[in-house]
């Protein structure tokens, strides 16, 4: 067995850590592996011999620990929650002061932080770094999020850059071509360091919480462009091909074309129209929702993809609702073509608000938490490698890049100017939607958003006097400064008292 020491080591041999190991191997570091299943590692080594940096098969975790060098960089890729401390829990007894580990899975943020806590007062650091790009990105590029202490990311950065993502620096595109053994060289890496603790899993679940966004708005798009306007799925795929091309060229775009393309091997119908319409989650999500509500930060576009994800699951429920509960009959007016371009529109300006609303939920818990979190930089690094990776995420870095205090996304000029344009189609497909009813729960969320956020005026002032009728919750007025509280005895000496 060699004696050379590993410059990093990874805990959890499925598929996603598999993959991330080759690709940190394919980049000339040597790395250590480890899985419980002690065949499991060995097989694995075994099935890719030569990589440049070389594989070292550890068979037990003494023997994993003492083969990586110090400080110790160790990755954890397993299942979220109480595997991540299982494994934790094993490694303490082992690590020496100031060997770093890095969780590498889809934890929850403040347990990064309760995690690093801990380890602090052990001597050892910790790392949370938010790994996008599922398994293909984990094995030729992923998004890498870090956050923890920023000495301990300098210990880690230059794997970490390696093995990212790459863009070109000009046009912020993807570089692609990765291959095994091959790695892309050169362009700018899609990581960087997002902040202390916790920063870096709060950011990668921002970025999760978007992701569901973007996958309602398009699954929408699609219905409304089947079940709507009536084109078949070959249009439907022509569609949206043509706006990858545009401004909505992205990583999701273009793989709902893919799908849509694709035949059933079975039957040979579209394999779209024989996949049962339920869908799953993992939890990411409802963690970006319950976050928006601690924060008391408004992301309903985000929040309603959620629970249409949560409405898909009822499907008995609906099979039977369907026999029983009756609507209009879908009729769009138009030209088709005219249609199909106010459904790209009404997509465009929907997906500005909800990116809108997971920059100022960051903005928010970054405030609460003292994160020096830069906006532009996190725009940056998913530009490249994860799931939501678009050629918008340029326009979004632009934006922060002419103002990094903005509050909204909508209050950049460039996203003023989109909105402007779209904003007549984008009410006409939701009210088309609606009279034909047809769910667009994010397309509405999105229009209602925006709607709201240009009002001067929004009736909470009811609001605020049923609160202060029912509950002497006190009220504000408009002719006073803010922060001076009143309350009116609405069924006593009917007085307003200053409070």
Same mark, same amino acid.
Not at 131 to 157: D, I, K, N, T, Y
Not at 289 to 298: E, F, Q, S
Not at 348 to 359: E, N, R, V
Not at 445 to 459: H, T
């Given at each position: 067995? @060699?004696?050379?020491?590993?410059?990093?080591?990874?805990?959890?041999?499925?598929?996603?850590?598999?993959?991330?190991?080759?690709?940190?191997?394919? +980049?000339?570091?040597?790395?250590?592996?480890?899985?419980?299943?002690?065949?499991?590692?060995?097989?694995?080594?075994?099935?890719?011999?030569?990589?440049?940096?070389?594989?070292?098969?550890?068979?037990?975790?003494?023997?994993?620990?003492?083969?990586?060098?110090?400080?110790?960089?160790?990755?954890?890729?397993?299942?979220?929650?109480?595997?991540?401390?299982?494994?934790?829990? @094993?490694?303490?007894?082992?690590?020496?002061?100031?060997?770093?580990?890095?969780?590498?899975?889809?934890?929850?943020?403040?347990?990064?932080?309760?995690?690093?806590?801990?380890?602090?007062?052990?001597?050892?650091?910790?790392?949370?770094?938010?790994?996008?790009?599922?398994?293909?990105?984990?094995?030729?590029?992923?998004?890498?999020?870090?956050?923890?202490?920023? @000495?301990?990311?300098?210990?880690?950065?230059?794997?970490?850059? !390696?093995?990212?993502?790459?863009?070109?620096?000009?046009?912020?595109?993807?570089?692609?071509?990765?291959?095994?053994?091959?790695?892309?060289?050169?362009?700018?890496?899609?990581?960087?360091?997002?902040?202390?603790?916790?920063?870096?899993?709060?950011?990668?679940?921002?970025?999760?919480?978007?992701?569901?966004?973007?996958?309602?708005?398009?699954?929408? !798009?699609? +219905?409304?462009?089947? +079940?709507?306007?009536?084109?078949?799925?070959?249009?439907?795929?022509?569609?949206?091909?043509?706006?990858?091309?545009?401004?909505?060229?992205?990583?999701?775009?273009?793989?709902?074309?893919?799908?849509?393309?694709?035949?059933?091997?079975?039957?040979?119908?579209?394999?779209?129209?024989?996949?049962?319409?339920?869908?799953?989650?993992?939890?990411?999500?409802?963690?970006?929702?319950?976050?928006?509500?601690?924060?008391?930060?408004?992301?309903?576009?985000?929040?309603?993809?959620?629970?249409?994800?949560?409405? @898909?699951?009822?499907?008995?429920?609906?099979?039977?609702?369907?026999?029983?509960?009756?609507?209009?009959?879908?009729?769009?007016?138009?030209?088709?073509?005219?249609?199909?371009?106010?459904?790209?529109?009404?997509?465009?300006?929907?997906?500005?608000?909800?990116?809108?609303?997971?920059?100022?939920?960051?903005?928010?818990? !970054?405030?609460?938490?003292?994160?020096?979190?830069?906006?532009?930089?996190?725009?940056?690094?998913?530009?490249?490698?994860?799931?939501?990776?678009?050629?918008?995420?340029?326009?979004?870095?632009?934006?922060?890049?002419?103002?990094?205090?903005?509050?909204?996304?909508?209050?950049?000029?460039?996203?003023?100017?989109?909105?402007?344009?779209?904003?007549?189609?984008?009410?006409?497909?939701?009210?088309?939607?609606?009279?034909?009813?047809?769910?667009?729960?994010?397309?509405?969320?999105?229009?209602?958003?925006?709607?709201?956020?240009?009002?001067?005026?929004?009736?909470?002032?009811?609001?605020?006097?049923?609160?202060?009728?029912?509950?002497? +919750?006190?009220?504000?007025?408009?002719?006073?400064?803010?922060?001076?509280?009143?309350?009116?005895?609405?069924?006593?000496?009917?007085?307003?008292?200053?409070?």
């Amino acid at each position: 067995m @060699s004696k050379e020491l590993s410059d990093i080591g990874l805990i959890g041999l499925a598929v996603m850590g598999q993959n991330l190991a080759l690709n940190i191997a394919d +980049h000339g570091f040597r790395i250590s592996v480890f899985n419980r299943t002690t065949a499991k590692t060995e097989e694995f080594v075994q099935k890719h011999p030569g990589t440049p940096g070389g594989l070292h098969a550890a068979l037990t975790l003494e023997d994993f620990v003492a083969s990586i060098q110090r400080p110790r960089k160790i990755i954890i890729l397993v299942q979220a929650g109480r595997a991540t401390d299982a494994v934790i829990d @094993s490694l303490v007894p082992l690590l020496e002061q100031d060997d770093i580990i890095i969780d590498g899975g889809n934890a929850l943020w403040s347990d990064t932080i309760r995690r690093e806590k801990d380890l602090t007062t052990k001597n050892l650091r910790f790392i949370g770094s938010g790994v996008s790009g599922g398994e293909e990105g984990a094995r030729f590029g992923p998004s890498l999020m870090p956050g923890g202490a920023e @000495s301990s990311w300098q210990e880690l950065a230059p794997i970490w850059k !390696a093995i990212a993502a790459k863009v070109d620096a000009q046009t912020g595109k993807p570089l692609e071509g990765a291959a095994p053994g091959k790695p892309i060289q050169g362009g700018v890496p899609c990581t960087t360091y997002i902040g202390p603790n916790g920063a870096g899993h709060f950011v990668k679940m921002v970025h999760n919480g978007i992701e569901y966004g973007d996958m309602q708005l398009i699954c929408e !798009a699609y +219905h409304i462009l089947r +079940h709507g306007i009536g084109l078949t799925v070959e249009e439907t795929q022509q569609a949206f091909a043509s706006w990858n091309a545009g401004d909505l060229d992205s990583f999701l775009i273009e793989i709902t074309a893919h799908i849509l393309a694709v035949k059933d091997p079975v039957t040979g119908a579209p394999l779209v129209d024989v996949i049962m319409d339920r869908a799953g989650q993992k939890g990411t999500g409802k963690w970006t929702v319950t976050d928006g509500l601690n924060a008391g930060i408004p992301i309903s576009t985000i929040s309603e993809a959620v629970f249409a994800r949560c409405i @898909s699951a009822l499907k008995e429920e609906r099979v039977v609702a369907s026999q029983i509960l009756k609507g209009p009959k879908p009729h769009f007016d138009g030209n088709k073509q005219d249609l199909i371009d106010a459904v790209r529109d009404s997509l465009y300006a929907s997906k500005i608000c909800s990116y809108a609303q997971g920059f100022t939920l960051m903005r928010a818990v !970054a405030a609460e938490q003292n994160w020096p979190l830069h906006f532009g930089e996190i725009a940056m690094i998913w530009r490249g490698g994860c799931i939501i990776r678009a050629r918008f995420l340029q326009r979004i870095k632009e934006a922060f890049d002419r103002d990094p205090a903005l509050p909204n996304l909508l209050l950049d000029p460039y996203f003023q100017d989109v909105i402007n344009r779209t904003q007549s189609h984008w009410r006409k497909i939701v009210s088309d939607a609606v009279l034909s009813g047809l769910p667009t729960p994010a397309f509405s969320a999105s229009l209602a958003y925006f709607d709201s956020y240009r009002s001067e005026r929004l009736p909470a002032n009811l609001l605020q006097a049923q609160r202060d009728y029912f509950g002497a +919750h006190t009220y504000e007025r408009t002719d006073q400064p803010k922060g001076k509280w009143f309350h009116y005895d609405w069924v006593g000496d009917q007085k307003q008292h200053e409070v």
